[in-house]
């Protein structure tokens, strides 16, 4: 498995406390009752940190070319990263799930992570093109009830020393990291979405997936739809 690292590079030196906030809705309870196999995706994930290698080399002897090759480069590596971090989600996330249920029993089985992704695989499915493919076509590949998916968003204004070193220069507070979650149930039968949960996180990121994953399964505890 891949080491966890990218949410460790995007802590943050904060001058204020982490603000979290979430809201959840069930949309279609009755849905929810017949599912009894849930499969999780690997999240979407979205980084916007600010890339300062360019920046740098500005009026240098540096080639505009090995410029561009160097960001193009940046770029290719977030996109791994993003790749990374994904999976590192859809693994935590099941595991927070499943350690959960050893104290509070839920009504769902939930697909394993390697069987899922296998599953995938042979279907065809990549994490590329994952969103191109219909519930339909979900439900044939993975032979499950329901899936549960997740969007992060995750934003960085300043690289930590940048920030800090701006704000002991200028005395400027700088705009704060955010992570931006929601994580759905969809419902294979009928297509529909059946359970949504949104987190909000503003201040200092958290600094793992498994951190992430712990807070999403708690604060989603009491309205999780599984429930006995």
Not at 121 to 146: F, P, Q
Request: hydrophobic share 40%.
């Amino acid at each position: 498995m891949i080491r966890s690292g990218l949410f460790a590079l995007l802590l943050l030196a904060a001058t204020a406390c982490s603000q979290r906030s979430y809201s959840t809705r069930e949309l279609v309870p009755q849905a929810l009752s017949q599912h009894k196999l849930v499969a999780i995706l690997p999240f979407d994930v979205q980084l916007d940190k600010l890339h300062l290698e360019p920046i740098a080399y500005v009026g240098t002897d540096v080639s505009p070319e090995e410029v561009e090759k160097r960001r193009q480069r940046w770029e290719a590596k977030q996109q791994e990263q993003r790749k990374v971090v994904a999976y590192q989600l859809q693994q935590e996330l099941l595991r927070q799930l499943v350690l959960r249920q050893t104290k509070h029993p839920y009504s769902v089985q939930f697909q394993n992570v390697a069987e899922t992704n296998s599953r995938l695989e042979r279907a065809g499915i990549t994490y590329a093109n994952l969103n191109d493919h219909s519930m339909a076509e979900l439900k044939a590949a993975l032979g499950v009830d329901a899936v549960l998916s997740g969007e992060t968003s995750l934003f960085q204004p300043l690289p930590n020393g940048v920030a800090v070193a701006l704000l002991m220069l200028t005395n400027v507070g700088v705009p704060q990291s955010e992570v931006l979650t929601n994580v759905t149930i969809h419902d294979c039968q009928s297509g529909e979405l059946v359970w949504k949960f949104d987190h909000q996180q503003v201040g200092e990121l958290s600094a793992s997936p498994a951190t992430l994953a712990r807070v999403l399964v708690r604060n989603s505890a009491r309205t999780f739809p599984y429930r006995r």
